[in-house]
């Protein structure tokens, strides 16, 4: 069992940056896919980053492509998510999630652990 807590969450004024992190207990933290994914307020929970179980693969979707950046410790045990230039639409409710696999899962249903979130918001 995987347990994942995210700290890092606060406001920030539009154009600015905030890092988030992740930091994993109670399995191999080299044998997960790490992901990032989001939730505003009345919208459904969207992927936001993966990084591969060694670090060296990355996805995002287009909406943060070129903003955010995932980076992971496996020495450790922890995931980061870099977010520049930060807009109000960036606002929501950021979520860590964990997998056991070797591809760049995006989908909400293909992670087995979450963390318990952490707001994020941006002000105009």
């Known amino acids: 069992q995987v347990q994942l807590v995210e700290s890092g969450g606060g406001p920030v004024q539009a154009g600015g940056s905030l890092r988030l992190s992740c930091a994993a207990s109670g399995g191999t933290f080299s044998n997960y896919v790490m992901g990032w994914f989001r939730q505003a307020p009345g919208k459904e929970r969207e992927f936001v980053a993966v990084?591969?179980?060694?670090?060296?693969?990355?996805n995002y979707p287009a909406s943060v492509k070129g903003r955010f950046t995932i980076s992971r410790d496996n020495a450790k045990n922890t995931v980061d998510l870099q977010m520049n230039s930060l807009t109000p639409a960036d606002t929501a409710v950021y979520y860590c999630a964990a997998r056991r696999g070797t591809l760049l899962y995006t989908t909400r249903g293909q992670y087995d652990y979450w963390g318990q979130g952490a707001q994020v918001t941006v002000s105009s």
């Open positions: 990084i591969s179980w060694s670090g060296d693969k990355t």
